[in-house]
C-alpha cells in the first residue's frame, strides 16, 4: 500500500528496510516490489558489529532488490555482546572499526550493491553507533586506504550540528553515495522517532543543498521522516503530500 501511495504521487525512487520486509516476508515483499516498478536507492541498514554473517544476509537482500547502495552504521555496544565481545568502551570498540570495515568492503565486491557509511547523531552513540561526526567517519575510511569501495551515506539531521561542514563535505566528495533530509525539532522528545518535517526544525536546509550539491553530489535525496507519535499517526496519502509540499519550499 505504501509503495501505491508514493507511485500515485509520482515518485518513483524509495530506501528499502529490511525488518519491514523480513516482517512482510521475503517471498511476499519481492512480488509486491516487482509489481510496483519503484527503483531501490538503498537498503537500510546494516551493522558492522553484527559480524560477517549478518552482514552477508543484508548483502544478499540488497542484491535481491536491486539496492543500489547498503546503508551501514557500526551498531552499538549490544551488537558486540551479542557478537560474543563484552565491549563496553567506546575507544576500543573504535578501534575495531577499520579492521571490520576492510573486511566488509572486500564480501561486499562480491555484490551489485556499495556499502554506504553513515555516522550518527552523538545522541545515540553507543546505542546506535560509535562514530558520531563526519570528520570521524572521513578519518576512517582514509585509513581504509584506496582499493576499497565503500562511501558514505550523509544524513543532514545526523550531522546538522558539526562545525566546519562544507570543508567536510567537500572532502568526502564522490564518496557522497546517499543524502537524507529530515528537520531536528528544537523539543525532539524521542532519540531515533521524532523527527521534524523539513521546515519545521532548526536545520538550514536550503543551506546544506547548496554545500552537498558544491560537494558534487547532484543525486536523489532520501526523506526520512521517523515520527512514531505525529506523522506515523497521519495517512500515508497525507505524509507523502506533506513530505513534497515541504521538500518544494524549504528544500
Given at each position: 500500500?505504501s509503495l501505491?501511495?508514493l507511485?500515485?504521487?509520482?515518485?518513483?525512487?524509495t530506501?528499502?528496510w529490511?525488518?519491514?520486509?523480513?516482517?512482510?516476508?521475503?517471498?511476499?515483499?519481492?512480488?509486491?516490489w516487482q509489481?510496483?516498478?519503484m527503483?531501490a536507492?538503498?537498503?537500510?541498514?546494516a551493522?558492522?558489529?553484527?559480524g560477517a554473517d549478518?552482514?552477508?544476509?543484508r548483502?544478499e537482500?540488497a542484491d535481491?532488490?536491486g539496492?543500489?547502495t547498503?546503508?551501514m552504521?557500526?551498531?552499538?555496544?549490544?551488537?558486540?555482546?551479542?557478537?560474543?565481545l563484552?565491549?563496553?568502551e567506546i575507544?576500543?570498540?573504535r578501534?575495531?572499526?577499520?579492521?571490520r570495515l576492510?573486511a566488509a568492503?572486500e564480501l561486499?565486491?562480491?555484490?551489485?550493491?556499495q556499502?554506504a557509511?553513515e555516522p550518527l547523531?552523538?545522541?545515540v552513540?553507543?546505542?546506535r553507533?560509535?562514530?558520531?561526526?563526519l570528520g570521524e567517519?572521513?578519518?576512517?575510511?582514509d585509513?581504509l586506504?584506496?582499493?576499497h569501495d565503500i562511501g558514505?551515506a550523509?544524513d543532514a539531521?545526523?550531522?546538522?550540528w558539526e562545525?566546519?561542514?562544507?570543508a567536510?563535505?567537500?572532502?568526502a566528495?564522490?564518496r557522497?553515495?546517499?543524502?537524507?533530509?529530515?528537520?531536528?525539532l528544537?523539543d525532539t522528545?524521542?532519540?531515533?522517532?521524532?523527527?521534524?518535517?523539513p521546515?519545521?526544525?532548526?536545520?538550514?536546509?536550503?543551506?546544506?543543498?547548496?554545500m552537498i550539491e558544491?560537494?558534487?553530489?547532484?543525486?536523489p535525496?532520501?526523506v526520512?521522516?521517523?515520527s512514531?507519535?505525529r506523522?506515523?499517526?497521519?495517512?500515508?496519502?497525507?505524509m507523502t503530500?506533506?513530505?513534497?509540499?515541504?521538500m518544494?519550499k524549504?528544500?
Amino acid at each position: 500500500a505504501s509503495l501505491a501511495v508514493l507511485g500515485n504521487a509520482g515518485i518513483r525512487r524509495t530506501a528499502l528496510w529490511a525488518p519491514m520486509i523480513e516482517a512482510c516476508g521475503i517471498a511476499e515483499a519481492r512480488r509486491v516490489w516487482q509489481d510496483s516498478d519503484m527503483v531501490a536507492e538503498s537498503l537500510c541498514v546494516a551493522g558492522l558489529f553484527a559480524g560477517a554473517d549478518a552482514l552477508q544476509q543484508r548483502l544478499e537482500l540488497a542484491d535481491m532488490f536491486g539496492a543500489r547502495t547498503l546503508v551501514m552504521i557500526t551498531g552499538g555496544f549490544d551488537d558486540l555482546a551479542s557478537a560474543g565481545l563484552a565491549e563496553t568502551e567506546i575507544d576500543s570498540a573504535r578501534a575495531q572499526i577499520v579492521d571490520r570495515l576492510g573486511a566488509a568492503a572486500e564480501l561486499a565486491g562480491q555484490y551489485r550493491v556499495q556499502l554506504a557509511f553513515e555516522p550518527l547523531h552523538p545522541m545515540v552513540c553507543g546505542f546506535r553507533s560509535v562514530v558520531s561526526s563526519l570528520g570521524e567517519a572521513l578519518d576512517i575510511l582514509d585509513q581504509l586506504g584506496e582499493g576499497h569501495d565503500i562511501g558514505l551515506a550523509i544524513d543532514a539531521y545526523a550531522l546538522w550540528w558539526e562545525h566546519d561542514l562544507q570543508a567536510k563535505l567537500t572532502r568526502a566528495g564522490g564518496r557522497i553515495l546517499n543524502y537524507h533530509v529530515s528537520d531536528w525539532l528544537a523539543d525532539t522528545r524521542d532519540l531515533r522517532l521524532d523527527r521534524g518535517m523539513p521546515g519545521d526544525g532548526q536545520i538550514a536546509l536550503l543551506n546544506w543543498r547548496r554545500m552537498i550539491e558544491t560537494a558534487g553530489y547532484l543525486g536523489p535525496v532520501e526523506v526520512e521522516i521517523f515520527s512514531r507519535d505525529r506523522w506515523w499517526q497521519v495517512p500515508a496519502e497525507t505524509m507523502t503530500g506533506v513530505i513534497i509540499e515541504r521538500m518544494n519550499k524549504a528544500f
